[in-house]
């Protein structure tokens, strides 16, 4: 309301010649003057409007003033009008009883109306002006609630904004290093001046961030220390309740949970900046975690996916090799046997080769075939008493040929009881059978190996220990997974699948106990404990050796050869392959006893081993073009389990000519020799398909070599 703006005025009288004089007094004011004849119509016109002030008449039939007065300071709305009496009366008993009922004047009739036109004024004059500090008041209230309205948008906005940006990071990388950063760094400053990731479990390792002058500073391998004592006896109780915990002074808890259990803390501490967490910071805070659980969640599940893919790969590349391996001297044994079957030495060492080869293939495939069997639960075990003691014979007899081979020393202790149990004897036996090998492959040629067997309590416990190589730390918790072994190296002298271990907890378990693998870490040795519920009652590798035969042709057509593999059979079928086509060869079975054969020998080809024990076929390559005189180095053909694509160039970097994969067909390797040979007159053994720009072409292509040996681009 405008100082211009008229304001309503009330009069009421009974007396209709009254109310024209009143409102020819008062029209002089510019009002908006209104009239009623009895205390009826004036409530009723209060009820319809307000005024800015009330002439009352008090003498009036029906309703008379005073009682109109009260009932119109009855209602809220009209409570605090004022009103002004008209009476002829001016005694002191009316004008106290009118003062009673609400009353801010009295004014006698007749009206001076100079005196009513100045009271009139001062309350319309009131009344606009309460009327226009009320307007302010209630645009300042609505400008407050407006402002009010605008930040909470704008804070929700920025807290929106915040989690939109931490799933934008969260799904940037599956690392879960760099998650695990991120989770640090993301709350700062918005969230805390503080924060910290507390993993569950001794493994794992804090990460403690704070801001810093140029941003977030982090601290990977922060201890317990590095947060206040409270926060990190906090984080404990976090991690144990599950539930999230405010702490005094600034400071908020939470536990970051998936698959119903918490799996580490965040903490965020705002105490180096004083503020609080009010409940918005505390929603905002739980939203942020869940985000961050979910995130390194999924990827501890993706680096969970990669190694099961990794551990998939290296397994089939692994099998292709150990399948290989046996096979190159089954298909050498099988040549000798087709050119040389009349003679009968020859025919039972062939047949002695394949007979070996075999049984180590039909290991394998056996390995392969329990573990299946088990996974699809199709293994039914026998229920029956069982000794221990000759289970445990029966499995160091099955062992003795591979503890002989690395000269072991057994030492077997047993009971003087008989300690019985329930079981599939057979079964049992694969158990401590699969746990001395193992034992004796990881043990370093010469080692000692111990057998005990015991009662702890109401439990028969098998130990298997070894002065052996030994489990790190990181392996150790999961020795016992599908396709784990200690090494994935070149090296692949100790042979085997990596199920073993797999199948002896397996059946361990399908037999109601448990097996538990001890280390104290690399070169130090490890230990197999085997517990299942007891019945109540109660030769070294031969060195180098000259193969070739005596009476072996000579001239320039033929090659002296240099084979070198660990594998005995392979390298000696091989020899005998070579031999047979009229070459000199010569035989090594490791990679110092190969070189000095290569530098005695001088050879014109030397077929390689890849995966040697201790100095692999790489080595030995690089050795050899180091130590090449002037005369040229031999042409280095690799032989190798191994056939995919990263392999050849590793060959290749190393300085072959050729990379063979195992077995080597005998027409493939013929082929070979030919195109040596060719080199070897005219081309100075220059490798197919390298062939230096302005060279004469070679002689006319020798059959192809198919995949099983091909030439390095």
């Known amino acids: ?25 008062l029209e002089g004011l510019g009002q908006n003057i209104v009239t009623a004849g009895s205390g009826e119509e004036a409530l009723k016109a209060v009820l319809k409007q307000d005024f800015a002030v009330i002439l009352l008449d008090v003498q009036m039939p029906g309703i008379d003033g005073f009682e109109t007065a009260s009932l119109i300071r009855k209602r809220k709305r009209s409570a605090h009008t004022p009103i002004i009496f008209l009476t002829a009366f001016a005694d002191e008993v009316r004008a106290a009883e009118g003062y009673a009922q609400g009353a801010v ?20 004059d009131l009344y606009r002006m309460a009327q226009q500090v ?76 704070r801001v810093g002058e140029g941003g977030p500073v982090l601290d990977r391998d922060a201890g317990l220390g590095a947060i206040e004592p409270d926060l990190a006896a906090a984080a404990g109780e976090v991690l144990a309740a599950g539930d999230p915990a405010e702490q005094p002074d600034g400071a908020f808890v939470l536990p970051l949970r998936a698959g119903g259990r918490a799996f580490a803390a965040l903490v965020l501490s705002r105490r180096p900046s004083g503020r609080t967490f009010a409940a918005a910071d505390q929603a905002l805070a739980q939203s942020f975690a869940s985000r961050a659980a979910i995130a390194l969640e999924n990827a501890r599940l993706y680096q969970e996916v990669q190694l099961a893919d990794r551990q998939k790969n290296e397994f089939l590349s692994m099998l292709a090799h150990e399948l290989r391996n046996p096979l190159a001297p089954i298909r050498n044994a099988t040549v000798v046997i087709g050119r040389q079957g009349h003679d009968a030495d020859r025919v039972r060492w062939a047949h002695g080769v394949i007979d070996r080869q075999l049984t180590h293939l ?55 009881a008989p300690v019985r149990v329930t079981g599939d004897r057979a079964r049992l036996t694969q158990v401590f059978t699969n746990l001395l090998n193992n034992a004796a492959k990881y043990t370093e040629r010469g080692g000692r190996i111990w057998l005990t067997v015991g009662l702890e309590g109401g439990a028969a416990v098998v130990r298997v220990r070894d002065t052996g190589v030994g ?18 190296s070149l090296d692949r002298s100790q042979g085997g699948l990596g199920v073993g271990l797999t199948l002896v907890r ?114 030995i390559a690089r050795r050899l073009g180091a130590a090449a005189n002037g005369s040229g180095r031999p042409v280095l053909i690799a032989v190798s389990g191994y056939g995919q694509e990263a392999d050849r160039g590793l060959s290749r970097a190393a300085g072959f000519a050729h990379h063979c994969v195992k077995p080597v067909e005998f027409d493939a390797l013929r082929a070979l020799l030919a195109t040596v040979r060719v080199g070897r007159s005219g081309l100075a053994a220059q490798p197919q398909g390298d062939r230096p720009p302005g060279e004469p072409a070679p002689a006319p292509a020798a059959p192809p070599l198919a995949t099983a040996a091909q030439p390095i681009p």
């Open 1 to 25: 309301m405008t100082n211009d703006e008229p304001t309503s005025i009330l009069v009421v009288d009974d007396l209709p010649e009254k109310l024209l004089v009143y409102r020819t007094v």
């Open 134 to 209: 009320k307007r302010q008041a209630e645009e300042r209230v609505a400008l407050a609630e407006e402002r009010m309205r605008r930040e909470a948008v704008e804070e929700a906005n920025h807290r929106l904004a915040f989690l939109a940006r931490a799933g934008a990071v969260f799904g940037q990388s599956l690392d879960p290093e760099v998650a695990a950063q991120d989770v640090v760094r993301l709350p700062l400053p918005t969230l805390a001046d503080v924060a910290a990731l507390i993993p569950a479990g001794p493994n794992g390792r804090n990460l403690v961030g």
């Open 362 to 416: 039909i290991r394998l495939v056996d390995d392969l075939l329990d573990v299946s069997r088990i996974t699809l639960g199709k293994i039914r075990l026998a229920d029956e008493p069982v000794d221990l003691d000759a289970a445990v014979a029966t499995a160091v007899e099955a062992a003795r040929p591979l503890l002989d081979q690395f000269a072991h020393t057994l030492e077997v202790k047993l009971p003087a």
């Open 506 to 619: 397996r059946l361990v378990e399908m037999h109601g106990g448990t097996v538990q693998a001890h280390s104290d870490g690399l070169g130090r040795g490890s230990e197999f404990a085997v517990r299942i519920p007891a019945l109540v009652g109660g030769d070294a590798p031969p060195g180098p050796r000259d193969t070739s035969p005596g009476d072996a042709a000579a001239g320039g057509e033929h090659l002296r050869v240099v084979v070198v593999d660990d594998n005995v059979d392979g390298a000696d079928t091989l020899a005998d392959l070579l031999k047979l086509l009229g070459h000199q060869v010569r035989t090594a079975y490791d990679g110092p006893t190969g070189i000095a054969a290569v530098r005695a020998f001088d050879p014109d080809l030397v077929l390689l081993d890849i995966g040697l024990p201790g100095m692999d076929g790489y080595e």
């Open 105 to 124: 004047d009295y004014i006698t009739t007749p009206i001076v109306p100079g005196i009513l036109q100045a009271k009139v004024r001062v309350f319309a």
């Open 471 to 488: 489990i790190s730390a990181e392996l150790l918790p999961t020795v016992f997974d599908l396709f784990t072994q200690a090494s994935r």
